[in-house]
């Protein structure tokens, strides 16, 4: 119960990683704010199930603009009075390659996984620095956890969109945990390895490439979205007080071979 009382707002809250980090976060007490465009309903079911409340945004952040992302986390802010951590964990893979890669995706991708987390970074903070840090208990940290990814540090293939999203991503999570850290808002990313999720199903059915992934990964196994949700509860908490700008990889042991 160590975030009783704290709002949490988890972005693509629908499925995957960010309903593991949901449901782990409202098992903590958290009072979790989840987004996606698609129905929440079985998120909130677990959420409250593990002993959290949950509310429902529905969101495209596919498009978002400045505006539109300030005015999401106003809205979360008029139901729930504060933010304690934000997580921005929705994100989306677009294959092709290199040379014909379509514009109209290139564009989807970037802002999903980049342009909109950024936005929704901005107006936390901005909401912390004009009198949320004040109306918090004394002592109190602002948290935000971006899920970046493996692709922040390797190139991949197929996918430039996506790694130049999350190399960017890994990028502004140094660049605002340098200007905050002094406000009392810690910035840091996760990068997770190869996770069980609905985003992963194509490569667990190809029996060679599963078989190429788990050969490689040292744990020897997938990783399961509970793997990542703890490692973000961990930098949501006050023992992560001194972690700025940093990006954990939580992948069985795969960047380090
Ligand atoms: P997933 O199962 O496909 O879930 C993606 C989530 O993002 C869904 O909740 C989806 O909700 C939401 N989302 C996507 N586009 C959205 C939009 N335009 N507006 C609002 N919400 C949107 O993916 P996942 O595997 O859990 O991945 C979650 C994050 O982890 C992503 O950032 C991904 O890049 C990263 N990651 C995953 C892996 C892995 O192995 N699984 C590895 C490294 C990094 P709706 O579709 O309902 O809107």
Request: proline content about 3%; overall charge positive; charged content about 20%.
């Amino acid at each position: 119960m160590r975030f009783k009382n704290q709002v949490v707002v988890v972005t693509g809250a629908s499925r995957g990683l960010g309903q593991a980090i949901a449901v782990a976060f409202a098992r903590e007490g958290a009072n979790v704010a989840g987004l996606a465009r698609s129905d929440l309903a079985e998120t909130g079911a677990k959420a409250k199930a593990a002993g959290g409340e949950f509310i429902a945004v529905k969101a495209d952040l596919g498009q978002a603009t400045q505006t539109e992302a300030a005015g999401l986390i106003a809205a979360i802010l008029k139901q729930t009075g504060r933010i304690d951590t934000l997580v921005n964990n929705a994100g989306i893979i677009l294959r092709a390659p290199a040379v014909d890669f379509p514009e109209a995706d290139w564009n989807e991708v970037l802002r999903t996984n980049l342009s909109t987390p950024f936005f929704l970074c901005q107006a936390v903070a901005k909401w912390w620095l004009t009198g949320g840090r004040e109306q918090s208990p004394a002592g109190a940290r602002l948290k935000i956890v971006n899920i970046a990814s493996l692709l922040s540090f390797q190139g991949g293939i197929l996918v430039p969109a996506y790694t130049a999203s999350k190399h960017g991503l890994a990028g502004i999570t140094k660049a605002l945990a340098n200007e905050w850290a002094k406000e009392r808002i810690n910035v840091n990313a996760i990068a997770p390895g190869y996770i069980a999720t609905e985003n992963t199903q194509a490569l667990r059915e190809d029996t060679r490439r599963n078989q190429a992934i788990v050969e490689r990964i040292p744990e020897g196994r997938w990783g399961k979205p509970e793997d990542i949700a703890g490692a973000c509860v961990f930098l949501a908490s006050r023992d992560a007080d001194y972690l700025n700008g940093s990006v954990l990889s939580v992948d069985g042991g795969w960047l380090g071979r």
